[in-house]
């Protein structure tokens, strides 16, 4: 039986009166997209029709889902918000502090002996205010998600920018800052501007090499690392119905790499094969009862360039495998020859050191398998490791599955490294070097979702291409970058020529999914008892001060940094060794801004101190200028804060004293999530004036006491030899908003109205 069926029988209970009645208002078809989110108002019936990309909207999500890494700082948040219990189910996932090593049975014995103190903080307060917790080595929070809670036409947030991987399930699944889950936890409305709808329309059939990763992998080259923001895409066709569910969850997850609010699909016999084969046949048998209800109305998928604000067409029988890097996600290269020319022209390193399967996006047990077929090959075939390979079992029960198969003593066989069932390389967690800055330029290939620079071992000189977990294999096994599998040869340990065939494998397992313990624990009914104690010594754990308001008159604000090309939250807060300081602000905030490029002189971490003329690291000088009481500004260029939701990124700049975030452009996330803390988040009305910007500054807000809806702001540029430039700046901020911007924080807010 599933986790919480009586709510999501509601969700489908009220779903065809909230559904016929958003229809009538709208005035045409809707898209699934719109049906989910027409039917998780906050205030009910829908009285009014929505302008996408407009239109603030309050919602009501159904669950909520934390990882670890995140949750310590929402559940800091959380435990100041005055409530004795969680307002909507919610979730808490060990995946994120398990570093990748050794093995999985080293590499766990050792995160849960260095991490026991956030492990069991995290643990006693999901007892305490009723929220499930999942214990380390339970599984990666999407995938479990996938096997346990989503389903078709909810709604969840999650603290984790791969939530979405839920809308392989059907559902609205969008990733937050800890501050939004805050609000949800404590029995608020969700804001969210009301997203506008890319369709893309699946025709062909996947077959041969090509997997559901390519189809993303293609949606990110068309729609750039941007090109998403702002809108849900909603995927649909003979193509989509012919896909798995776990395929479709793929596609859905990394939909964050293209800035997408989420992805989805319309609810098909996939989802139900899946929500049966994991248990969860009541949820099948009452989503069946409003089937259509699941997915868009005939005219929409007849018709979608009427009802969609942008249409894509991807032919999957055309579509070929792909490798997506270095660097960046959208950066999108055939497999083959296309990829020999780029290597060479790039300078790309042709050896493979690595080859990597696993993490939220490709470990359900069809991707194992797949793989794994391609691993049998080489050994019948007699063909020996080229590079090194890491798997990563997206669950315990996947993993647990995937033994009683003999699929991963296949992987074992050819001498892989079996890691946690955890993050583990995906998210920096990988303890490859022992020197990672000084490391040597290389190549891996990896399923993961992102591939910017060190992220996954913090060397700055590796090129990590993304790419399906059968085309990981093959390249692993074959050692090079050019290699393809589909028209290359190999010399086995006989010297003879041989050429892989095409992957097999299995949507679903067999013989059933399996599991003996799967790592999960019910919190309390009342929690009242449980002691949450936090050592005022920790170096882990801190809990939180409230923000003070930074007021209507910032003058004298000085430039911390002004960044230079792409500045995504790892730059902004590192992932890797940082990961054991997220519970910790004041130590993390160490970290503040150290991989962003000084658009001066082009360094990491090395800007100007204004007070003293000399150059020191960022955290060091901005902490120089909180203790003067001087304010600061950050620049920075397009789509700055794309990637994972981390609110440290926002938290950190906070909390050390900078006042406002000036860009080109925000990803959406981190916009969110500088407002919540009650910092300015605020865009160059004409993009050019960025230029204008020069290391020695000074800055006036002229009118901040006018801060209001709608209305720019002036900003005062003052420069080194006394000259002057007024820019003008944008805000998305509405009146509640601004209102969190007043009081601190929207934290705060809470506090102040829970108290009343």
Aim: with cysteine.
């Amino acid at each position: 039986m599933a986790f919480d069926i009586d709510m999501i029988k509601g969700v489908y209970a009220r779903m065809q009166e909230h559904v016929d009645a958003a229809r009538e208002i709208v005035g045409k078809p809707l898209t699934l997209s719109e049906k989910i989110l027409y039917n998780h108002l906050w205030d009910g019936v829908a009285t009014t029709a929505f302008e996408r990309g407009k239109d603030y909207v309050d919602f009501a999500p159904d669950r909520i889902a934390c990882q670890d890494a995140t949750a310590q700082m929402a559940l800091l948040q959380f435990m100041q918000a005055g409530k004795n219990k969680v307002a909507v189910p919610t979730t808490v996932h060990c995946d994120h502090l398990i570093q990748a090593k050794d093995g999985a049975a080293a590499d766990l014995k050792h995160a849960n002996s260095v991490s026991s103190e956030v492990f069991n903080f995290l643990e006693s307060v999901s007892n305490k205010y009723g929220i499930g917790f999942w214990k380390p080595g339970a599984g990666i929070i999407h995938q479990v998600v996938l096997e346990n809670y989503a389903f078709p036409g909810g709604m969840m947030i999650g603290t984790d920018s791969h939530t979405v991987n839920a809308g392989g399930l059907g559902m609205v699944a969008i990733g937050v800052g800890g501050a939004d889950a805050v609000d949800v936890m404590a029995g608020m409305a969700w804001e969210l501007k009301f997203p506008k709808l890319i369709g893309v329309k699946l025709t062909g059939k996947l077959s041969g090499w090509t997997a559901p990763k390519d189809v993303i992998l293609k949606v990110a080259e068309i729609l750039t690392v941007k090109g998403g923001t702002g809108a849900i895409v909603e995927y649909f066709g003979p193509g989509a119905t012919a896909m798995s569910c776990t395929g479709k969850g793929t596609i859905c997850n990394m939909g964050a790499e293209i800035g997408a609010t989420t992805s989805t699909f319309g609810y098909d016999e996939s989802m139900e094969r899946y929500l049966r084969s994991t248990e969860r046949a009541d949820v099948a048998d009452a989503a069946n009862k409003v089937k259509a209800y699941l997915t868009a109305d005939a005219e929409v998928y007849a018709s979608p360039e009427k009802y969609f604000d942008q249409v894509i067409e991807i032919n999957l029988s055309e579509l070929g495998p792909l490798l997506n890097g270095p660097f960046t996600p959208d950066l999108s290269t055939t497999v083959g020859k296309e990829m020999t020319e780029k290597a060479k022209a790039n300078d790309w390193p042709i050896v493979v050191e690595w080859g990597l399967i696993g993490s939220c996006t490709n470990s359900s047990y069809e991707d194992l398998s797949r793989a794994s077929s391609i691993a049998q090959q080489a050994i019948d075939k007699g063909l020996k490791m080229k590079a090194e390979l890491g798997i990563n079992p997206g669950s315990e029960q996947v993993r647990y599955t995937a033994e009683r198969d003999g699929i991963l003593q296949i992987f074992e066989k050819l001498d892989a490294k079996i890691f946690t069932n955890a993050c583990g390389p995906c998210i920096g967690q990988w303890a490859r070097y022992s020197d990672p800055k000084n490391a040597p330029k290389n190549s891996i290939v990896h399923s993961f979702n992102r591939n910017f620079a060190k992220r996954a071992d913090g060397n700055p000189n590796t090129h990590a291409f993304v790419a399906s977990p059968e085309i990981t294999a093959a390249i692993a096994i074959a050692g090079r970058l050019d290699f393809n599998p589909m028209t290359d040869k190999l010399i086995n340990e006989k010297g003879e020529e041989v050429m892989f065939e095409e992957p097999t494998g299995w949507e679903l397992p067999p013989k059933g999914f399996a599991v003996e313990n799967n790592g999960y624990l019910e919190p309390e009914e009342d929690g009242s008892h449980v002691q949450v104690k936090v050592d005022p010594n920790s170096e882990r754990l801190q809990l939180l001060e409230p923000f003070q308001p930074i007021g209507n008159t910032i003058n004298g604000a000085k430039l911390l940094i002004k960044a230079f090309g792409k500045c995504t939250t790892d730059h902004i807060s590192m992932a890797g060794p940082w990961l054991r300081f997220r519970g910790h602000l004041d130590n993390i905030s160490n970290n503040c801004l150290i991989g962003a490029v000084n658009a001066f002189n082009k360094q990491t971490n090395f800007v100007k101190n204004q007070l003293t003329g000399e150059y020191g690291g960022v955290p060091d000088v901005q902490r120089q200028y909180k203790a003067k009481g001087i304010k600061t500004i950050v620049v920075g260029d397009h789509n700055y804060g794309e990637g994972s939701s981390r609110e440290h990124a926002a938290m950190e700049p906070r909390f050390l004293g900078v006042a406002a975030v000036i860009v080109k452009s925000f990803a959406r996330i981190h916009e969110t999530n500088l407002k919540k803390q009650g910092m300015l988040g605020l865009t160059f009305d004409n993009e050019s004036d960025y230029d204008l910007i020069q290391e020695d500054d000074t800055f006036n807000f002229i009118d901040l006491k006018d801060f209001a809806p709608n209305k720019q702001l002036t900003l005062e540029v003052v420069h080194v030899d006394g000259s002057k430039d007024l820019i003008k700046l944008n805000h998305t901020y509405n009146q509640p908003q601004i209102e969190w911007y007043n009081a601190g924080s929207a934290l705060n807010l809470i506090k102040r109205q829970n108290a009343s």
